[in-house]
């Protein structure tokens, strides 16, 4: 041990401070480049049962067994400056869609939980969820009676289901608009399979990106009415009404 | 011109045992490897399913699961706590390294070796001597880095780049064969290897190399020099060897010839190319370190910065 300034303990400290920094910036580089928000395509979606995406990619050791079971060939293993992280699984709707298998091979072949074996039933899958994007261009927007997206969902009436409209343009006719219940929809991909346009009108995007998701302070007032099982307010003087009071409402606005 | 060239390794060899026996260990570390690689693709290619996944995790006959410890550990720092069978699969995988040697993954099974084994071999062949010294504990900053940032960030991050996964996963799920990008890093480490860094990804950056060394430190498969007297320094074993600092202690008159470095590969390329058999691979007691001695300690004396 040297006791001088420029000896070798002085040295060897700085050796160490600078693989210590250097150890740093790598982690930092590293980090960077396998950061979660650099590395899914909105058009890729993750095999049933996947964890929330944060949770996925540290779970997810990218083995691809869950692709090997999958019987349909839907999942693909990423590969390089693909679609979602390299080396994990998923698929693209518009490709080959999820068939939705009752016993959900891709989970069980799944080592590390990363599909997580707490999903038993298929149609509790959240793999995204369909959009009508095509306002414009869905078929039977247009008027028409395609209902290809429809008929083709496995769990047709709940997940997608056809409301009737006036067609105004008419005066005559009906448009019966595919109508997606986001709550429902497993985003198993088969309606943006099938649908017939070049571009498909109905899309599954991961859930994040289909559903909006309001602030955390948000109050429904309806359901805190419900909940507390009074209305939320005392005491709201309720002035007579002046204009048009619809007969339904009997003279009477509640508010 | 220049100063003299040393002479090629393998030569003296060859005509003093043949051609087979100086080459017996290369090629039964190619044959492993093959092998290695068979076994994942014999399902793809004719249906026959012996060994599904990637060297990330696997599962073998359909009972049989092996996991990756440093994937695994990544995935553990990373804050998700894996089913059992990732975690079987990785004890499985540490206990049999711990126990024979941790780099023989990098030579018997790795296929990122033979790369690097060719850019090693087109080195010598062209005579080319210069090349940038890395520091062979560069590859531990890289496994820190690895694992701190997988700690930092939550995810799985040398999975992202790692070489020896990309290239196993695109050769077992064909996205090699069909064009994918991953032939662009398998080049960039070749030449990386040939034309700026001697040894450079194996030998001194490699993190998975680092921790299967660290894993098999006391592992009971070596190299020796039992014949070390007949030794007459013609240097084509340091030429061949991925990790030369190695030998230099099992050579010496004094002490043990048994090369107990955690960063042999145990290739047994050193045993192909001696003229004179000093070298045999063998069981032997792991060095154990002394009571009282932090094993950090050790492992800092071993490593040779050059």
């Known amino acids: 041990m040297s006791a001088s300034p420029e000896g070798p303990g002085r040295r060897r400290v700085l050796a160490a401070a600078a693989a210590v920094c250097g150890t740093g910036f790598l982690a930092l580089l590293l980090g960077r480049v396998a950061a979660p928000s650099r590395t899914l395509a909105a058009t890729a979606l993750r095999p049933p049962g996947a964890l929330a995406e944060a949770d996925f990619l540290a779970a997810c050791v990218r083995c691809g067994l869950c692709v090997r079971d999958c019987p349909y060939d839907t999942l693909r293993l990423a590969d390089l400056a693909d679609a979602a992280a390299t080396g994990t699984p998923y698929f693209v709707a518009r490709e080959i869609p999820c068939e939705m298998c009752e016993d959900i091979p891709c989970v069980a072949a799944c080592p590390t939980g990363a599909l997580t074996k707490t999903l038993t039933r298929i149609d509790d899958a959240r793999m995204g969820s369909a959009v009508l994007v095509g306002h414009e261009t869905c078929l039977n927007v247009l008027g028409l009676r395609c209902d290809v997206c429809y008929r083709v969902c496995p769990l047709i009436d709940t997940a997608i289901r056809l409301e009737m409209r006036h067609n105004e343009r008419t005066g005559r006719h009906a448009h019966l608009i595919p109508v997606v219940d986001t709550d429902v929809c497993t985003g198993c991909g088969k309606c943006e399979k099938s649908c017939v346009l070049e571009e498909a009108a109905i899309k599954v995007l991961p859930a994040d990106l289909a559903r909006g998701r309001l602030g955390d302070h948000y109050r429904l007032g309806w359901k805190e009415q419900e909940r507390a099982g009074k209305p939320l307010v005392d005491g709201i003087i309720d002035l007579p009404d002046r204009g048009y009071v619809p007969p339904s409402l009997n003279g009477e606005f509640r508010p | ?306």
């Not at chain 2, 996964?165 to 990386?192: E, M, N, P, Q, Y």
Request: charged share 15%.
């Open chain 2, 1 to 306: 011109m220049s100063a003299p060239s040393r002479r090629r390794p393998g030569p003296a060899a060859v005509a003093a045992k043949g051609r087979l026996r100086a080459n017996g260990w290369l090629i039964a570390r190619r044959t492993a490897q093959a092998a290695f690689l068979a076994l994942f693709l014999t399902g793809p290619l004719f249906g026959v399913w012996i060994t599904k996944g990637t060297l990330a995790a696997s599962e073998t006959l359909g009972v049989l699961p092996l996991t990756d410890p440093l994937v695994l550990a990544q995935s553990l720092l990373a804050g998700h706590a894996p089913e059992t069978a990732a975690v079987i699969g990785a004890i499985l995988v540490l206990g049999a390294y711990a126990l024979l040697r941790g780099r023989l993954y990098c030579s018997w099974v790795c296929p990122i070796n033979p790369v690097t084994d060719a850019a090693a071999a087109l080195r010598r062949r062209l005579g080319l001597k210069e090349g940038t010294a890395l520091n062979r504990r560069l590859r531990h900053m890289v496994l820190a880095a690895v694992l701190l940032a997988s700690l930092v960030t939550g995810v799985v991050v040398w999975e992202a780049v790692n070489p020896v996964t990309l290239l196993h996963r695109s050769l077992v799920f064909g996205s090699l064969a069909a064009g994918g990008l991953v032939w662009t890093v398998v080049a960039a480490i070749f030449l990386f290897d040939l034309a700026v860094a001697p040894r450079g990804w194996c030998g001194h950056l490699c993190p998975v190399g680092a921790f299967y060394a660290r894993v098999g430190r006391f592992g009971t498969v070596a190299v020796a020099a039992p014949r070390r007297a007949a030794c007459d320094h013609c240097m084509d074993c340091y030429q061949v060897c991925p990790e030369p600092h190695v030998i230099a202690p099992a050579l010496r008159d004094t002490g043990t010839d048994v090369i107990h470095s955690p960063d042999c590969t145990a290739c047994g390329r050193c045993i192909d190319v001696c003229p004179h058999d000093v070298f045999a691979l063998g069981l032997h007691r792991p060095r154990l370190p002394a009571a009282g001695t932090p094993v950090g300690a050790t492992a800092l004396r071993q490593g040779d910065p050059s």
